[in-house]
C-alpha cells in the first residue's frame, strides 16, 4: 500500500489537496472518482534516501552558498507576514516572484507552498530541504509558529544569514593570499624544471659533461609532478572525503580528539567557531527554544577544522543539563570554555540573561579572532613570499651550474 498525494476538484467547488493509500496510481485514481472527484494531479512520495557524510557535506556547501539568497527570501517573507498575508499565500507569492536565486528560489518555495497546503508547518518545510536550511532555522522557525512571532523570528533569520560566515570568510581572505603566491611560485619551478633545465642537461650531455646533482634532482622532482598529478588529486579527494567521514563519526559518538590534536588547530579558527556556536545558542533561547534543545539544535552548526570536538562538547553538555546541571558546569573544556568565559555564562544563568549575555560574549569571541586572523595574515604574507624566493632561488641555482660548468669545458 502506498501514500498518493492528490489535488482533485469536486463539481462547484474549489481545488483541494490530500492524501489517499492505494495499491497503485490507477486504484488511486478510481477511487477519487468514486467520490466524486476529478483528480489534476497524483504523485506518490519520493523515496528518501539516507543521508550519508558525503551528501550531508554538499548541503553544508550549497546552504553556505545560499546565505544572501536566504536572507532576502526571509526577509520578504517577513514582510508579507506583517502586512497582513497568510503563510500559505505569502509563500505562493514568493513562487511566482522573480529575485535572486531564480529557478532554485521559486522551486524551494513551491515546495513550502504545497507543504503548507497539505497541512504542514514552515518548519517542517525547513527540515525536509536540508540544502536550504539548518536545524536553528527550523528550531526558531517552529519556537515562531508556536509563540505567535514568526514575521520577528524570520527578520532575525534573515539577520542571521546576512551575517553568517563573516570570521570564516575574514579567515579564509587572510590565507588566500600566500596560498596563491605559494601556489605560483611551485608553478613557475616545476614550469622551469621541464621546460628549461632539460635542455641545459642536454647541452652538458653533448658536450660529455657531468650534470649537476641539484639539477638532475630539480628534473626529477618536475617531471615527477607532471606525472602524477592526477593520483595526486585522487589522494587528496580520498583524503578530504576520509576526514568528513571521520570529523562526522566523531561529532555523532561524542568522543573527543585527543588534547595535543586539538591544540593544532589555529586559535582564529576554534574562537570563530565558539563564537558562531555562541550567537547561534543565543538566538534559539531568545526565541523559546528551551536550553537543552538549543544545544542540540546549535551543535551541528560548528564549523571549522576543530567543529567535531566543540560539537562533542555540546551534545555532552546537553545530557549533563538535561540531568540538572548548570550549563556551566557542564562545559568543562578549558580548550574551548575557559575559566572566565564559564563564569560568565553563569552570572547570565543566576540572573536570568543568558541569551544577551551570549551575544556579547560572541561578539567577543568574533573580535578577538578577528584580531588573530589579522595577525596570521602578517605572519603568513612574507612567510610565503620567502618560501617562493627560496624555491625560485634553488630553480636559479640549478640552472646557473650547467652554464657554470659549460664555461669551463670552452676555457
Given at each position: 500500500?502506498?501514500?498518493?498525494?492528490?489535488?482533485?476538484?469536486?463539481?462547484?467547488?474549489?481545488?483541494?489537496?490530500?492524501?489517499?493509500?492505494?495499491?497503485?496510481?490507477?486504484?488511486?485514481?478510481?477511487?477519487?472518482?468514486?467520490?466524486?472527484?476529478?483528480?489534476?494531479?497524483?504523485?506518490?512520495?519520493?523515496?528518501?534516501?539516507?543521508?550519508?557524510?558525503?551528501?550531508?557535506?554538499?548541503?553544508?556547501?550549497?546552504?553556505?552558498?545560499?546565505?544572501?539568497?536566504?536572507?532576502?527570501?526571509?526577509?520578504?517573507?517577513?514582510?508579507?507576514?506583517?502586512?497582513?498575508?497568510p503563510l500559505v499565500d505569502a509563500a505562493a507569492t514568493l513562487a511566482g516572484s522573480a529575485a535572486e536565486g531564480g529557478r532554485a528560489r521559486r522551486r524551494l518555495m513551491r515546495a513550502v507552498r504545497d507543504g503548507l497546503r497539505d497541512g504542514g508547518d514552515l518548519s517542517a518545510s525547513m527540515r525536509a530541504h536540508p540544502a536550504w536550511f539548518d536545524g536553528v532555522d527550523a528550531a526558531m522557525a517552529d519556537a515562531g509558529e508556536h509563540a505567535g512571532t514568526l514575521p520577528d523570528v524570520l527578520r532575525a533569520l534573515a539577520a542571521r544569514h546576512a551575517r553568517s560566515d563573516e570570521l570564516a570568510q575574514r579567515i579564509a581572505a587572510a590565507l588566500a593570499y600566500p596560498l596563491i603566491v605559494?601556489?605560483?611560485?611551485?608553478?613557475?619551478?616545476?614550469?622551469?624544471?621541464?621546460?628549461?633545465?632539460?635542455?641545459?642537461?642536454?647541452?652538458?650531455?653533448?658536450?660529455?659533461?657531468?650534470?649537476?646533482?641539484?639539477?638532475?634532482?630539480?628534473?626529477?622532482?618536475?617531471?615527477?609532478?607532471?606525472?602524477?598529478?592526477?593520483?595526486?588529486?585522487?589522494?587528496?579527494?580520498?583524503?578530504?572525503?576520509?576526514?568528513?567521514?571521520?570529523?562526522?563519526?566523531?561529532?555523532?559518538?561524542?568522543?573527543?580528539?585527543?588534547?595535543?590534536?586539538?591544540?593544532?588547530v589555529p586559535a582564529a579558527v576554534r574562537r570563530a567557531a565558539l563564537a558562531g556556536v555562541l550567537r547561534e545558542l543565543g538566538a534559539l533561547l531568545r526565541c523559546g527554544v528551551p536550553l537543552v534543545d538549543a544545544l542540540r539544535v546549535a551543535a551541528p552548526t560548528a564549523s571549522g577544522p576543530g567543529a567535531p570536538s566543540l560539537q562533542a562538547l555540546l551534545?555532552?553538555?546537553?545530557?549533563?543539563?538535561?540531568?540538572?546541571?548548570?550549563?556551566?558546569?557542564?562545559?568543562?573544556?578549558?580548550?574551548?570554555?575557559?575559566?572566565?568565559?564559564?563564569?560568565?555564562?553563569?552570572?547570565?544563568?543566576?540572573?536570568?540573561?543568558?541569551?544577551?549575555?551570549?551575544?556579547?560574549?560572541?561578539?567577543?569571541?568574533?573580535?578577538?579572532?578577528?584580531?588573530?586572523?589579522d595577525r596570521l595574515a602578517t605572519l603568513l604574507e612574507p612567510a610565503a613570499i620567502l618560501l617562493v624566493a627560496a624555491l625560485v632561488g634553488l630553480v636559479v641555482m640549478a640552472a646557473v651550474q650547467p652554464l657554470i660548468h659549460l664555461q669551463e669545458v670552452i676555457r
Open positions: 500500500m502506498t501514500l498518493f498525494r492528490y489535488a482533485a476538484i469536486a463539481p462547484g467547488s474549489a481545488p483541494s489537496r490530500g492524501e489517499i493509500a492505494a495499491e497503485s496510481p490507477a486504484e488511486a485514481r478510481a477511487a477519487l472518482r468514486r467520490v466524486g472527484l476529478r483528480v489534476l494531479s497524483l504523485r506518490a512520495p519520493r523515496p528518501t534516501l539516507p543521508r550519508g557524510p558525503l551528501s550531508a557535506a554538499l548541503s553544508d556547501h550549497l546552504r553556505r552558498r545560499r546565505t544572501s539568497i536566504k536572507a532576502d527570501l526571509l526577509e520578504d517573507l517577513a514582510t508579507l507576514l506583517d502586512t497582513g498575508v605559494l601556489t605560483i611560485g611551485i608553478a613557475v619551478a616545476i614550469f622551469l624544471s621541464v621546460t628549461t633545465l632539460p635542455k641545459l642537461a642536454d647541452v652538458l650531455q653533448q658536450s660529455k659533461v657531468p650534470v649537476p646533482a641539484l639539477t638532475r634532482g630539480l628534473i626529477a622532482a618536475g617531471g615527477h609532478a607532471i606525472t602524477l598529478w592526477p593520483v595526486a588529486l585522487l589522494a587528496a579527494a580520498a583524503l578530504a572525503a576520509a576526514t568528513i567521514t571521520l570529523r562526522r563519526r566523531v561529532a555523532r559518538g561524542g568522543l573527543r580528539l585527543p588534547r595535543p590534536l586539538r591544540r593544532l551534545i555532552a553538555a546537553a545530557a549533563e543539563v538535561e540531568s540538572g546541571r548548570d550549563l556551566s558546569d557542564a562545559l568543562a573544556d578549558p580548550l574551548w570554555f575557559g575559566e572566565s568565559l564559564r563564569r560568565s555564562i553563569h552570572v547570565g544563568e543566576a540572573s536570568g540573561e543568558l541569551p544577551s549575555l551570549l551575544d556579547r560574549l560572541a561578539d567577543a569571541e568574533a573580535r578577538r579572532a578577528r584580531r588573530l586572523a
